[in-house]
């Protein structure tokens, strides 16, 4: 499980440390790709299966799944921890994303996420707005199911 906010910068070669915390689970080789809400997202090999065995429970015959189904391959790159903890992040994943230098690395349950500052500062203060709200809303659906 990964839980947790780290600060770090992404260096002039497009560079970021992967929290050491998270390193063991991860392993030296792991996929980073596009994630949700203004984000990158990190999954263990393991942890990309898992979530592939659920994708390919979609419908290709509907056009969303299709479409989720390419964002998320398409932009998919294997990475792999340097000597010293970091991972090369391409500019077709930074870009969009905005991650230029300062980022947040946060551990979300069953991957990793990566931010640029700014957009997880707005995000956070969103979201921790909205917290109890949602919590209550969730509660319902998991007493229900």
Not at 79 to 85: E, S
């Amino acid at each position: 499980m990964f839980i947790g906010e780290y600060q770090h910068n992404l260096d002039a070669k497009g560079r970021i440390i992967v929290p050491s915390k998270f390193r063991e689970e991860l392993h030296t080789t792991f996929i980073l790709t596009r994630g949700l809400d203004g984000c990158l997202t990190i999954y263990s090999l393991k942890q990309w299966e898992k979530l592939f065995e659920e994708v390919n429970k979609l419908p290709t015959t509907k056009k969303a799944a299709r479409q989720y189904i390419r964002m998320l391959t398409s932009t998919a790159t294997e990475c792999t921890l340097d000597n010293q903890g970091r991972i090369q992040i391409p500019s077709f994943l930074s870009k969009p994303v905005n991650i230029t230098k300062e980022c947040v690395v946060i551990g979300a349950n069953d991957h990793i996420e990566i931010w640029d500052k700014a957009t997880w500062e707005n995000y956070y203060v969103d979201a921790s707005n909205n917290f109890e709200e949602v919590a209550e809303n969730l509660s319902e659906l998991l007493n229900n199911g």
